[in-house]
Nanobody, 124 residues
Framework: QLRLVESGGGLVQPGDSLTVSCTAS????????IGWFRQAPGKKREWVAG????????LYADSAKDRFIISIDRAKNTVYLQMDTLKSEDTAVYFC?????????????????WGQGTQVTVSS
């Protein structure tokens, strides 16, 4: 069974850092791209960042540039999203998704497998 499982979410204060993880099971991330998306209450899901499994193609949404870093550990079949200087507007459920085409894309329609999400809350 192909699965993506997110972990690492939680409650943090503004300015804090947090790293969320996305681990694949039932398949290897080789030849896939992984994207991170988020959905805040009452808002549409939005793309945050994406990475090719080789690590040689990385894209960020404007909201994530300079504060977020996406990375992959192929040995662990896991993609990470390190989030620094968190703001209240970063509060959302964070989802990861896998794209069989192998290239990161900001379009959720390009992704074939999705995780269930992990809640990140930034509040003082």
């Amino acid at each position: 069974q192909l699965r993506l499982v997110e972990s690492g979410g939680g409650l943090v204060q503004p300015g804090d850092s947090l790293t969320v993880s996305c681990t694949a099971s039932g398949f290897t991330l080789n030849y896939y791209a992984i994207g991170w998306f988020r959905q805040a209450p009452g808002k549409k899901r939005e793309w945050v960042a994406g990475i090719r499994s080789s690590g040689d193609s990385i894209l960020y949404a404007d909201s994530a540039k300079d504060r977020f870093i996406i990375s992959i550990d192929r040995a662990k079949n896991t993609v990470y999203l390190q989030m620094d200087t968190l703001k209240s507007e970063d509060t959302a459920v964070y989802f990861c998704a896998a794209n069989e085409g192998g290239w990161p894309s900001p379009s959720e329609y390009e992704y074939d497998y999705w995780g269930q999400g992990t809640q990140v809350t930034v509040s003082s």
